[in-house]
């Protein structure tokens, strides 16, 4: 296939109010779903989505129950974010996070942290503090550690973070496909949507690189109005395509949420970038696509759990 062919799988679906939807990555997850890999990554969404749907089943925000959804899996060591993170090319370990509240319009982000144990919860402090017109509404590195700091959040501890032998399928070292990035996409029984999204980047990235996931309107985004967004892939093409601002405008042209989340993907894939993305609708719609082998995805609503790993079978 040549550049913007790649077919892309989708999920498609109406949850019932309150709901949430989660990622745990798209890549190939050949190694990390050997031996007892692929189960072990399903019980992480599953638990993440367990921690999201007890703020929304308690009638919290949907902000909040995406910050609850990544930070669990922030904490859990098996995706790419927080204690799971990968490292630079330098060993070094650089994560960013970012959130947004799709009815207030309050955004927050921090990229190349080094000493938060949960950069989602730092990104949420920065949306309760900055935003736009004033800010800040992106911290990096230093002043983003120093935040954290200040704002009383957790630290990072070296004995938290298990090396790479630890993790289902034993993961390699030097880049690879294998990837996890979080995510998650919530509306609340208001109908009130949110995005929250966390990584470690890419493994081996040089140091200083920031991709998409913290980046409001491409790897993060949400609008109450159309919906929310979180991205995962290679982050450069999900920057420059703009993708979730791209799943926003095409819901404001008339796509329904799915169609939408097809388009932007379809841009970054004519960038030659590979990932996936979810995307959740006031009224419960959803999709989850990628052009990937698979993504690590779930949902939840009050009729039960769903996860998945490998492409969907037809009618499943
Ligand atoms: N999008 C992330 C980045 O480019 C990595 C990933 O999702 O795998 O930093």
């Excluded at 367990?50 to 959804?69: D, K, P, Q, R, S």
């Excluded at 982000?109 to 938060?116: E, I, L, M, R, S």
């Excluded at 030659?272 to 719609?285: E, R």
């Excluded at 759990?305 to 079978?313: A, D, F, M, N, Q």
Aim: with cysteine; hydrophobic share 45%.
């Amino acid at each position: 296939m040549v550049r913007g062919e790649r077919a892309a799988t989708a999920d498609l679906g109406r949850l019932l109010l309150p709901a949430i939807v989660v990622h745990g990555g798209a890549g190939s997850f050949e190694r990390t779903c050997a031996g007892d890999g692929a189960d072990q990554l399903e019980r992480g969404l599953a638990a993440a989505l367990a921690a999201g749907w007890a703020v929304l089943h308690a009638g919290g925000t949907a902000l909040h129950a995406a910050v609850e959804a990544v930070a669990d899996m922030e904490d859990s060591a098996l995706f790419n974010a927080g204690r799971g993170a990968v490292p630079t090319s330098a060993g070094t370990f650089e994560l960013d996070a970012g959130v947004m509240d799709g009815t207030t319009g309050a955004v927050g982000a921090v990229c190349a942290t080094t000493w938060p144990a949960n950069p989602v919860r730092v990104a949420l402090r920065v949306a309760e503090v900055g935003g736009a017109p004033d800010g800040p509404v992106l911290l990096a590195g230093a002043g983003a550690d120093g935040f954290a700091k200040a704002a009383g959040c957790k630290q990072m501890s070296r004995s938290d973070r298990p090396s790479d032998e630890g993790k289902p399928g034993q993961r390699a070292a030097g880049p690879s496909s294998e990837t996890g990035t979080v995510g998650a996409v919530a509306v609340d029984a208001r109908g009130r949507l949110a995005a929250a999204t966390s990584t470690g980047g890419r493994r081996g990235q040089m140091p200083g690189r920031v991709g998409d996931s913290p980046i409001p309107g491409a790897g993060v985004w949400a609008n109450s109005a159309t919906a929310a967004v979180s991205g995962t892939g290679a982050g450069e093409a999900f920057v420059v395509a703009g993708f979730g601002h791209r799943v926003d405008w095409e819901m404001s042209n008339g796509q329904d949420v799915g169609r939408a989340l097809g388009k932007a993907l379809g841009a970054v894939a004519m960038l030659g970038g590979d990932g996936g993305g979810i995307a959740l609708a006031s009224d419960g719609s959803f999709a989850v696509s990628f052009n990937s082998r698979a993504m690590a995805r779930g949902w939840r609503d009050s009729s039960g759990t769903v996860t998945r790993i490998l492409p969907s079978l037809p009618g499943t």
